[in-house]
């Protein structure tokens, strides 16, 4: 008997240490309380694999503070012929929040 109760209470402790170790999904967070919402970026371009590609670059430079970079991919995103209403919304939010927190960053930086 004392033996099926630990293997309980060791499956119910595996169990809660595997719910709590899950990936959220939430924008990325940066200095001053501004966020870019790259998790947006990343499911507008879901279904278009042609422009996922420039859509994850864009993430990763995002993710890195390559803020230069960032503001290329999306410049390349927005001109792509044939995008629907809500991804050229969410490029030009996207675009608009790295360029607040590019302007944020450098104003901070110790000159």
């Given at each position: 008997?004392?033996?099926?109760?630990?293997?309980?209470?060791?499956?119910?402790?595996?169990?809660v240490?595997?719910?709590?170790?899950?990936?959220?999904?939430?924008?990325?967070?940066?200095?001053n309380?501004?966020?870019?919402?790259?998790?947006?970026?990343?499911?507008?371009?879901?279904g278009?694999?042609?422009?996922q590609?420039?859509a994850?670059?864009?993430v990763?430079?995002?993710r890195?503070?390559?803020?230069?970079?960032?503001l290329?991919?999306?410049?390349?995103?927005?001109?792509?012929?044939?995008?629907?209403?809500?991804q050229?919304?969410?490029v030009?939010d996207?675009?608009?929040?790295?360029?607040?927190?590019?302007e944020?960053?450098?104003a901070?930086?110790?000159?």
């Amino acid at each position: 008997m004392q033996r099926i109760n630990w293997r309980v209470l060791l499956g119910v402790c595996g169990l809660v240490l595997l719910m709590a170790c899950g990936k959220s999904k939430k924008a990325v967070s940066v200095p001053n309380a501004i966020t870019i919402d790259s998790y947006s970026l990343q499911q507008a371009f879901a279904g278009t694999p042609e422009l996922q590609a420039s859509a994850n670059r864009a993430v990763m430079c995002i993710r890195y503070a390559d803020y230069n970079g960032a503001l290329a991919e999306l410049d390349k995103l927005a001109a792509a012929p044939g995008l629907t209403d809500p991804q050229k919304k969410t490029v030009t939010d996207v675009t608009s929040q790295v360029k607040t927190v590019k302007e944020n960053t450098a104003a901070a930086a110790p000159q």
